[in-house]
């Protein structure tokens, strides 16, 4: 590249944070203009929001990785971020989650554990505006979108009327200490009742049962919920 790639970094533990700016500032090309231990601390440093790249430990987000990268779209919308993670922060990233970090100018995922090369490399193609992400993550999201893709309604008549009753309740926003209250079961049957609803419905998380059952038509919206 014929330009200095400045950077800033923003990560909550010191010895990362410490070792991302002593491998990326050794890069001919690179320039650190600023460390962080939070976002927090960016929207505030004016210097640090001159970067080109910003280099962000999933970490530091500190459990709300959605409603930073909302904030970030708000506060600074033409960022170019590389996230860096493990590979337990790539298994909760699904297709949901997208819209959110794509608004991103541009936006990068890559294992903090990964060769330094790697990381260089990274940080010069989002400086380019290329996306990049890991191979694992991509194939999970692929994954997901094509069970998603499907998904037919002949598969939601195998549901019985008491997982649909349930699915109902769930939609509602019931616990499954209140279903089992409701029903008349226990709460081991109730927690089966869902296991299999979300196995047929192909859905790993409860949010994710709610949208299918809600978008698909499965289960009533109630007075409330139209409001």
């Known amino acids: ?10 990560a909550g533990f010191e010895p990362l944070r410490l070792g ?3 491998t990326l500032g050794g890069a001919p090309d690179i320039e650190i203009i ?4 939070s976002l927090g601390d960016l929207i505030s440093n004016a210097a640090m929001r001159d970067a080109d790249v910003f280099v962000v430990d999933v970490d530091s987000l500190g459990g709300a990785a959605q409603v930073t990268v909302a904030q970030l779209n708000e506060w600074l919308p033409a960022l170019n971020v590389l996230f860096l993670g493990n590979q337990e922060d790539a298994r909760v990233i699904s297709p949901d989650d997208l ?7 541009t936006v990068g995922f890559i294992f903090r554990d990964g060769p330094t090369t ?7 193609l989002v400086a380019q505006g ?7 993550v991509i194939k999970r999201i692929l994954v997901k979108l094509m069970h998603w893709a499907s998904y037919t309604e002949t598969q939601t008549e195998t549901l019985t009327e008491r997982e649909i009753e349930v699915l109902t309740m769930i939609a509602r926003g019931a616990s499954n200490k209140e279903i089992a209250q409701e029903t008349f079961l226990s709460q081991g049957t109730v927690k089966a009742h869902v296991s299999h609803i979300m196995s047929k419905l192909r859905v790993e998380r409860r949010t994710d049962l709610v949208r299918v059952a809600l978008t ?3 289960v009533p919206l109630n007075e409330e919920q139209v409001h």
Do not use: Q, W
Not at 1 to 10: A, G, K, N, P, Q
Not at 34 to 37: A, F, L, N, V, Y
Not at 99 to 105: F, I
Not at 118 to 124: F, H, S, T
């Open 20 to 22: 991302l700016v002593k």
């Open 118 to 124: 790697r990381l260089i490399e990274a940080v010069r």
């Open 216 to 218: 698909k038509g499965l």
């Open 1 to 10: 590249m014929d330009y200095t790639i400045r950077v800033s970094v923003i």
């Open 99 to 105: 819209p959110g970090y794509m608004r991103l100018n």
């Open 34 to 37: 600023g460390e962080t231990t």
């Open 130 to 136: 290329i996306f990049v992400c890991e191979a694992d």
